[in-house]
């Protein structure tokens, strides 16, 4: 008998209230498969069966509250169960047509084979040559592994040209639900997009030369270094006062102009890429974007963002240059329209008047939504962006 | 799901009786020996017997004017069917039913039915019959593209949707209701698209792959014994034939119907087995002299047989004497 | 037997009642049987008495449930299914002509098929052309089918015992202007056997027969008559299918002279069935030409003037009996 128990979902839980059973008593569960949805006063939650075998009882009915740990089912552990709620977590091939019935009543639906069958052919010629078979789509009658489908895969093996042949898989992960809600989101948005990037490279020499002057200062300041993407984010911010337009989203067939400048700043951190925004940076100086976005960097890195903290952008940076990347195709962050990536300050050799100067130079790569945003407009954007950064003295002046 | 040798060495006897028993059948017709219509069932034989393998005795089954092979494969015995469409007096129905009519309420068969569309209704009630006796029997009624557009089909799938009845309606989708391409008698793409309509769940499956249909009819069959109602299988497949015995088929390029006789059923379960290493040969070519055997000897049986008496058109209208 | 007077609604319910009580395998189907009892309160009580299971409320869907009722009857349910009227009978007009009556026959008599269609009848009371008909000849004409036409609560009840007994197809035909009338009905139990005419009044001068609410009408009409010294025999098949042409042919042979009075269209009614069965069995007896008093062959019309105008009246009876009665 396992114990199933009101889990802690957050540190300051005390008790949690069970909104809904997904089995019902005498129902067979699977471990991992989702048991009950639980509310606390911040979210709801579903919990998933910690062990397969069959739900024997529930200790603490729909709507109740109780305190965190306390009992509120038990399940009688078994060996693989099929679940009721459709196939086994053994099946591989597909989603048992069980299984779709129940999801999608009332939708046609494409039978796929429920489970794997193997003519007695093609298991002899895949047990000679060791061949999984749950990596094999049946093409024989009803989704049966026939020899040929078998062969295939072995005389692929055995020629070993490199088109055929199926790379050696390391290992598999499921993606979590953020990644693949995150995966969805973007793609999704790249395929209806009409969107365009184009790039212009930028002379740092004012910006490196003022990062110098003024980083003592600041740090002492603030106890923050100051980096090229704390400047260029206030150049962007101070760019974006002036093209409002840039500052948009599209929404069904509205263009929304957005007051506030909301910068998101993506960053890399262990677990993936987060954007954590700067609210209303139209009205900070140079200082208080540093504080902002120092402050997000080393939440982000210790897994203390809120949700607050990464929503509501209107347009995002990212910084490459750390590694070396010099032009490349941000993809965009949306709702927002537009995105600006920077690439690595280096020297280059760069026409000054009618001289070759070593200069530092940066490119910027901006991808924008063409169905609001024209290419005049964007170049303009830029480049005014761009003689910002020729001309930081405004900006040095502010902090 | 392991399906055992028996099992698909059977479903291709049954296809082989069907198809064997509709040759003969077309070529007594022609010789006048059948009269009346007839409706064969040659090229659709998937579906009837992969349904019917997926049933027990005691479910039921409701037919059509293509009956034959869904008769055999729930099991008639060729013998009284081939009586029967003879008009013998030791036919399935006496030789009152013929082609069109023949039940067999021992084996589940219900009877096949001249209306398109009509039996539908009744093996929905065959079901009714069931959940009100608490049994777990099912009943299958199929029909053809046609009979979707029907209003006996669509009041009975609602019937069958709002009570759980345990009804799987098996649509045979031969793609021409009688001369008639259902493209332009029908916008949806899918005839399964319209179980959405009534709440429940739609299928489609190849019907030239007997063991696609037979596992599908498992999967639908076992809801359907639990109480979660109905299903609607729609089984995609052409048949070989005209629509009875006489259609011209102009409605079909030649190319068609030698496009359709390629995905036979049949032939491609019998390569199947052998190449796959479940039969040899040797088993295949047991069962096809078995088959013709049968046919042979209901043959000789029908021939045979006696003519009914003139006076007994008189009796069976009513269990009480006729009035 | 002890008796007591009652609604021939009432008799209605107390036949399924008994009968459902009886035997597990009658159930209610039809529309709006729960709430309302069926539209003239006759099943009231019965979803109260024996739930869900066995009165089902159907949707609106006549092939589908009649169709359903047919194929649980053949498997040995026995379905009560309800019609609401018998001009409804088209909406499921293939289960009620090709399925139904003919699933027997066409099987070689290797099934049954125990299915009761309840339906009401008649006009009366301007429900128009789609909730007035007594097209139950209709009915009769279609092999497999079983008639029943109730004239009084007594017979309404023993004669809806045996429908559900019966191992056919049975049509059972309510008529709207009875429903609500009353007579007198035993305390015990009791089934009135198919095919047996019930004598409703003795005479000697003129064989009437007349069935469902057309027997009131004709009793009345005989009243009438009597003053004027002529005695009809009033005759109610009771039952169309089977017909007792035995009681019919023997009444016409004592009175010589024979009235037809029906309700349904005249044109190939029942009417004209009767006459030909007389004229070809009883030729010699005859005194005079048979006389049907029926509905012209139109569609029951809305006005008050326009329904009393065709539905046979005690005026048309009394005149029609005269005119058998003076032939000479």
Same mark, same amino acid.
């Given at each position: 008998?396992?114990?199933?128990?009101?889990?802690?979902?957050?540190?300051?839980?005390?008790?949690?209230?069970?909104?809904?059973?997904?089995?019902?008593?005498?129902?067979?569960?699977?471990?991992?498969?989702?048991?009950?949805?639980?509310?606390?006063?911040?979210?709801?939650? #579903?919990?998933?069966?910690?062990?397969?075998?069959?739900?024997?009882?529930?200790?603490?009915?729909?709507?109740?509250? =109780?305190?965190?740990?306390?009992?509120?089912? =038990?399940?009688?552990?078994?060996?693989?169960?099929?679940?009721?709620?459709?196939?086994?977590?053994?099946?591989?091939?597909?989603?048992?047509?069980? %299984?779709?019935?129940?999801?999608?009543?009332?939708?046609? #639906?494409?039978?796929?084979?429920?489970?794997?069958? #193997?003519?007695?052919?093609?298991?002899?010629?895949?047990?000679?040559?060791?061949?999984?078979?749950?990596?094999?789509?049946?093409?024989?009658?009803?989704?049966?592994?026939?020899?040929?489908? =078998?062969?295939?895969?072995?005389?692929?093996?055995?020629?070993?040209?490199?088109?055929?042949?199926?790379?050696?898989?390391?290992?598999? #992960?499921?993606?979590?639900?953020?990644?693949?809600?995150?995966?969805?989101?973007?793609?999704?948005?790249?395929?209806?997009?009409?969107?365009? +990037?184009? +790039?212009?490279?930028?002379?740092?020499?004012?910006?490196?030369?003022?990062?110098?002057?003024?980083?003592?200062?600041?740090?002492?300041?603030?106890?923050?270094?100051?980096?090229?993407?704390?400047?260029?984010?206030?150049?962007?911010?101070?760019?974006?006062?002036?093209?409002?337009?840039?500052?948009?989203?599209?929404?069904?067939?509205?263009?929304?102009?957005? %007051?506030?400048?909301?910068?998101?700043?993506?960053?890399?951190?262990?677990?993936?890429?987060?954007?954590?925004?700067?609210?209303?940076?139209?009205?900070?100086?140079?200082?208080?974007?540093?504080?902002?976005?120092?402050?997000?960097?080393?939440?982000?890195?210790?897994?203390?963002?809120?949700?607050?903290?990464?929503?509501?952008?209107?347009?995002?940076?990212?910084?490459?240059?750390?590694?070396?990347?010099?032009?490349?195709?941000?993809?965009?962050?949306?709702?927002?329209?537009?995105?600006?990536?920077?690439?690595?300050?280096?020297?280059?050799?760069?026409?000054?008047?009618?001289?070759? %100067?070593?200069?530092?130079?940066?490119?910027?790569?901006?991808?924008?939504?063409?169905? $609001? $945003?024209?290419?005049?407009?964007?170049?303009?954007?830029?480049?005014?962006?761009?003689?910002?950064?020729?001309?930081?003295?405004?900006?040095?002046?502010?902090? | 799901?392991?399906?055992?040798?028996?099992?698909?060495?059977?479903?291709?006897?049954?296809?082989?009786?069907?198809?064997?028993?509709?040759?003969?059948?077309?070529?007594?017709?022609?010789?006048?020996?059948?009269?009346?219509?007839?409706?064969?069932?040659?090229?659709?034989?998937?579906?009837?017997?992969? &349904?019917?393998?997926?049933?027990?005795?005691? /479910?039921?089954?409701?037919?059509?004017?293509?009956?034959?092979?869904?008769?055999?494969?729930?099991?008639?015995?060729?013998?009284?069917?081939?009586?029967?469409?003879?008009?013998?007096?030791?036919?399935?129905?006496?030789?009152?039913?013929?082609?069109?009519?023949?039940?067999?309420? /021992?084996?589940?068969?219900?009877?096949?039915?001249?209306? &398109?569309?009509?039996?539908?209704?009744?093996?929905?009630?065959?079901?009714?019959?069931?959940?009100?006796?608490?049994?777990?029997?099912?009943?299958?009624?199929?029909?053809?593209?046609?009979?979707?557009?029907?209003?006996?089909?669509?009041?009975?799938?609602?019937?069958?949707?709002?009570?759980?009845?345990?009804?799987?309606?098996?649509?045979?989708?031969?793609?021409?209701?009688?001369?008639?391409?259902?493209?332009?008698?029908?916008?949806?793409?899918?005839?399964?698209?319209?179980?959405?309509?009534?709440?429940?769940?739609?299928?489609?499956?190849?019907?030239?792959?007997?063991?696609?249909?037979?596992?599908?009819?498992?999967?639908?069959?076992?809801?359907?014994?639990?109480?979660?109602?109905?299903?609607?299988?729609?089984?995609?497949?052409?048949?070989?034939?005209?629509?009875?015995?006489?259609?011209?088929?102009?409605?079909?390029?030649?190319?068609?119907?030698?496009?359709?006789?390629?995905?036979?059923?049949?032939?491609?379960?019998?390569?199947?087995?052998?190449?796959?290493?479940?039969?040899?040969?040797?088993?295949?070519?047991?069962?096809?002299?078995?088959?013709?055997?049968?046919?042979?000897?209901?043959?000789?049986?029908?021939?045979?047989?006696?003519?009914?008496?003139?006076?007994?058109?008189?009796?069976?209208?009513?269990?009480?004497?006729?009035? | 037997?002890?008796?007591?007077?009652?609604? @021939?609604?009432?008799?209605?319910?107390?036949?399924?009642?008994?009968?459902?009580?009886?035997?597990?395998?009658?159930?209610?189907?039809?529309?709006?049987?729960?709430?309302?009892?069926?539209?003239?309160?006759?099943?009231?009580?019965?979803?109260?008495?024996?739930?869900?299971?066995?009165?089902?409320?159907?949707?609106?869907?006549?092939?589908?449930?009649?169709?359903?009722?047919?194929?649980?009857?053949?498997?040995?349910?026995?379905?009560?299914?309800?019609?609401?009227?018998?001009?409804?009978?088209?909406?499921?007009?293939?289960?009620?002509?090709?399925?139904?009556?003919?699933?027997?026959?066409? @099987?070689?008599?290797?099934?049954?098929?125990?299915?009761?269609?309840?339906?009401?009848?008649?006009?009366?009371?301007?429900?128009?052309?789609?909730?007035?008909?007594?097209?139950?000849?209709?009915?009769?004409?279609?092999?497999?089918?079983?008639?029943?036409?109730?004239?009084?609560?007594?017979?309404?009840?023993?004669?809806?015992?045996?429908?559900?007994?019966?191992?056919?197809?049975?049509?059972?035909?309510?008529?709207?202007?009875?429903?609500?009338?009353?007579?007198?009905?035993?305390?015990?139990?009791?089934?009135?056997?198919?095919?047996?005419?019930?004598?409703?009044?003795?005479?000697?001068?003129?064989?009437?027969?007349?069935?469902?609410?057309?027997?009131?009408?004709?009793?009345?009409?005989?009243?009438?008559?009597?003053?004027?010294?002529?005695?009809?025999?009033?005759?109610?098949?009771?039952?169309?299918?089977?017909?007792?042409?035995?009681?019919?042919?023997?009444?016409?042979?004592?009175?010589?002279?024979?009235?037809?009075?029906?309700?349904?269209?005249?044109?190939?009614?029942?009417?004209?069935?009767?006459?030909?069965?007389?004229?070809?069995?009883?030729?010699?007896?005859?005194?005079?030409?048979?006389?049907?008093?029926?509905?012209?062959?139109?569609?029951?019309? @809305?006005?008050?003037?326009?329904?009393?105008?065709?539905?046979?009246?005690?005026?048309?009876?009394?005149?029609?009996?005269?005119?058998?009665?003076? @032939?000479?």
């Amino acid at each position: 008998m396992i114990k199933v128990t009101m889990p802690k979902l957050g540190l300051t839980m005390k008790e949690g209230k069970i909104v809904k059973w997904h089995k019902r008593e005498g129902d067979k569960v699977n471990k991992g498969e989702p048991l009950v949805e639980i509310e606390t006063e911040k979210i709801t939650s #579903v919990v998933e069966s910690p062990a397969t075998g069959i739900l024997n009882q529930i200790v603490v009915q729909d709507d109740s509250t =109780v305190p965190v740990t306390e009992t509120i089912a =038990v399940i009688e552990e078994m060996e693989e169960v099929e679940s009721d709620q459709g196939g086994s977590a053994q099946e591989t091939a597909g989603v048992s047509p069980g %299984e779709k019935i129940e999801r999608e009543e009332a939708v046609a #639906v494409e039978r796929s084979p429920a489970k794997i069958r #193997v003519s007695p052919l093609a298991q002899k010629i895949a047990d000679k040559h060791a061949v999984d078979l749950l990596a094999i789509k049946g093409t024989g009658l009803g989704g049966t592994i026939t020899k040929d489908d =078998v062969q295939k895969l072995v005389d692929s093996r055995e020629d070993g040209s490199p088109e055929s042949v199926g790379p050696r898989i390391l290992e598999i #992960v499921e993606m979590n639900a953020p990644r693949r809600k995150t995966a969805e989101k973007l793609a999704q948005m790249h395929q209806e997009t009409p969107h365009v +990037t184009i +790039t212009m490279p930028v002379d740092a020499t004012s910006v490196v030369e003022m990062r110098n002057d003024i980083k003592e200062a600041v740090e002492k300041k603030t106890g923050k270094k100051l980096t090229f993407t704390h400047i260029f984010a206030k150049a962007v911010s101070l760019a974006l006062e002036e093209y409002r337009e840039i500052n948009a989203r599209l929404a069904e067939d509205k263009i929304i102009t957005i %007051e506030d400048i909301n910068l998101g700043i993506a960053v890399d951190v262990e677990k993936g890429l987060l954007v954590p925004v700067v609210k209303n940076s139209q009205g900070m100086n140079l200082i208080d974007i540093v504080v902002k976005i120092s402050d997000l960097m080393e939440k982000a890195r210790s897994g203390r963002l809120s949700l607050d903290d990464m929503t509501g952008g209107t347009f995002t940076i990212s910084n490459l240059g750390v590694y070396d990347v010099d032009i490349f195709t941000p993809l965009l962050n949306p709702p927002e329209c537009s995105i600006l990536g920077i690439g690595k300050i280096f020297k280059r050799a760069w026409v000054v008047g009618d001289r070759i %100067e070593a200069r530092p130079i940066v490119t910027f790569s901006m991808t924008f939504d063409h169905r $609001i $945003i024209d290419g005049a407009l964007a170049a303009r954007f830029l480049q005014r962006v761009k003689g910002i950064l020729e001309d930081p003295e405004d900006i040095a002046r502010e902090s | 799901m392991e399906i055992t040798k028996e099992t698909l060495l059977e479903m291709y006897r049954k296809m082989q009786l069907i198809r064997y028993f509709e040759a003969r059948t077309k070529e007594l017709f022609a010789a006048g020996k059948v009269p009346g219509f007839v409706h064969l069932y040659s090229g659709e034989e998937g579906i009837a017997v992969g &349904v019917c393998s997926a049933l027990r005795q005691n /479910d039921y089954i409701g037919s059509t004017h293509r009956g034959h092979g869904h008769c055999i494969a729930k099991g008639g015995d060729v013998k009284y069917m081939m009586a029967e469409l003879y008009g013998k007096e030791t036919g399935y129905c006496k030789g009152k039913g013929g082609s069109m009519h023949i039940a067999d309420f /021992d084996l589940g068969i219900l009877g096949a039915c001249g209306i &398109v569309g009509g039996s539908i209704p009744l093996s929905t009630g065959a079901a009714l019959h069931f959940k009100y006796n608490g049994t777990d029997q099912v009943a299958v009624t199929f029909f053809g593209d046609g009979a979707t557009n029907q209003g006996s089909f669509h009041e009975s799938i609602n019937l069958a949707a709002i009570w759980d009845l345990p009804v799987i309606f098996v649509c045979e989708n031969n793609k021409y209701a009688e001369s008639t391409s259902i493209s332009s008698v029908m916008k949806v793409e899918k005839i399964s698209e319209r179980a959405s309509g009534y709440g429940v769940p739609g299928i489609t499956v190849d019907g030239n792959d007997v063991i696609a249909v037979y596992e599908t009819t498992l999967e639908v069959v076992e809801r359907a014994r639990k109480g979660k109602g109905p299903t609607l299988v729609e089984c995609v497949t052409c048949r070989h034939q005209g629509h009875y015995e006489g259609d011209s088929g102009t409605y079909r390029t030649k190319e068609m119907v030698e496009e359709c006789k390629k995905r036979c059923p049949i032939k491609r379960l019998c390569t199947f087995l052998q190449e796959e290493g479940f039969s040899s040969k040797k088993e295949i070519e047991d069962i096809d002299k078995s088959v013709e055997k049968e046919v042979e000897a209901a043959i000789e049986f029908a021939e045979k047989s006696p003519w009914p008496k003139p006076e007994d058109a008189l009796t069976d209208v009513f269990v009480s004497p006729y009035y | 037997m002890s008796t007591r007077e009652i609604l @021939f609604l009432e008799a209605i319910r107390e036949a399924l009642r008994e009968e459902m009580r009886r035997d597990e395998s009658v159930f209610l189907m039809g529309e709006d049987l729960r709430i309302w009892g069926s539209p003239m309160g006759q099943l009231q009580g019965l979803w109260e008495e024996f739930g869900d299971r066995r009165v089902l409320d159907t949707p609106i869907s006549e092939t589908g449930f009649v169709g359903a009722g047919a194929g649980a009857a053949v498997l040995g349910s026995r379905p009560v299914v309800e019609l609401m009227f018998i001009d409804f009978f088209g909406i499921a007009g293939d289960q009620i002509y090709n399925q139904a009556p003919k699933l027997r026959y066409m @099987f070689g008599g290797r099934m049954k098929v125990p299915l009761v269609i309840r339906t009401v009848i008649g006009a009366g009371n301007s429900a128009a052309a789609h909730h007035s008909a007594s097209v139950y000849s209709i009915i009769a004409h279609m092999p497999g089918w079983k008639c029943v036409i109730p004239s009084t609560p007594y017979d309404a009840k023993g004669l809806l015992k045996t429908a559900v007994r019966d191992d056919d197809p049975v049509m059972y035909c309510e008529h709207k202007m009875l429903v609500n009338t009353k007579g007198e009905v035993p305390e015990e139990e009791y089934t009135i056997p198919f095919g047996e005419a019930s004598i409703k009044r003795e005479g000697a001068d003129v064989t009437v027969v007349a069935l469902g609410w057309m027997v009131h009408k004709t009793l009345k009409a005989a009243e009438e008559l009597s003053k004027e010294g002529i005695e009809i025999e009033v005759v109610d098949p009771r039952t169309i299918v089977p017909l007792d042409r035995e009681t019919i042919i023997n009444s016409v042979k004592k009175t010589g002279r024979l009235v037809i009075v029906d309700e349904d269209h005249e044109r190939c009614g029942i009417g004209s069935e009767i006459s030909a069965i007389v004229s070809e069995e009883a030729f010699r007896s005859l005194s005079a030409p048979i006389k049907r008093v029926t509905t012209p062959t139109v569609p029951i019309p @809305f006005s008050p003037v326009l329904e009393n105008a065709v539905i046979p009246n005690e005026e048309r009876i009394v005149k029609a009996v005269r005119e058998v009665a003076s @032939f000479a």
